[in-house]
């Protein structure tokens, strides 16, 4: 016998089934942490929830992620968006002689193949 998935099922499941237990949870989550606390619900292809508190109330006292660790809720931090590249994936530059450099009219090849060759400049 072969498994087949209810999509209809699933979706009253996510959508209502869920839903009570979801904004409970919110509601618990701004009612520890008191004045300033604001829940939104919606539905997406789920139920869904968002507790909100102002910036300064978070930085200063981290109230929003207190409460959350308390009402049982896993706490990450938010991927960074960004990562910077700190010179690992640099590609080598090509080494030419000084006479090389020189000769091609580049300047700054020049400078770095001078300094190669004293020595100062790393490889």
């Given at each position: 016998?072969?498994?087949?998935?209810?999509?209809?099922g699933g979706a009253e499941v996510l959508k209502e089934l869920?839903?009570?237990?979801?904004?409970?949870?919110?509601?618990?989550?701004?009612?520890?942490?008191?004045?300033?606390?604001?829940?939104?619900?919606?539905?997406?292809?789920?139920?869904?929830?968002?507790?909100?508190?102002?910036?300064e109330m978070q930085a200063k006292d981290g109230v929003l992620?207190?409460?959350?660790?308390?009402?049982?809720?896993?706490?990450?931090?938010?991927?960074?968006?960004?990562?910077r590249n700190r010179g690992k994936g640099r590609k080598a530059?090509?080494?030419?002689?000084?006479?090389?450099?020189?000769?091609?009219?580049?300047?700054?090849?020049?400078?770095?193949?001078?300094?190669?060759?004293?020595?100062?400049?790393?490889?």
């Amino acid at each position: 016998m072969a498994f087949v998935l209810d999509q209809d099922g699933g979706a009253e499941v996510l959508k209502e089934l869920a839903a009570s237990a979801i904004n409970g949870l919110a509601q618990q989550v701004a009612d520890d942490i008191g004045e300033g606390a604001k829940v939104t619900i919606y539905t997406t292809d789920r139920a869904a929830a968002t507790v909100s508190v102002p910036a300064e109330m978070q930085a200063k006292d981290g109230v929003l992620t207190r409460a959350a660790a308390a009402a049982g809720l896993e706490v990450r931090p938010k991927p960074a968006t960004e990562t910077r590249n700190r010179g690992k994936g640099r590609k080598a530059r090509p080494e030419a002689t000084p006479a090389e450099a020189k000769a091609s009219g580049d300047a700054n090849e020049a400078w770095v193949a001078a300094r190669r060759s004293q020595g100062k400049a790393g490889r």
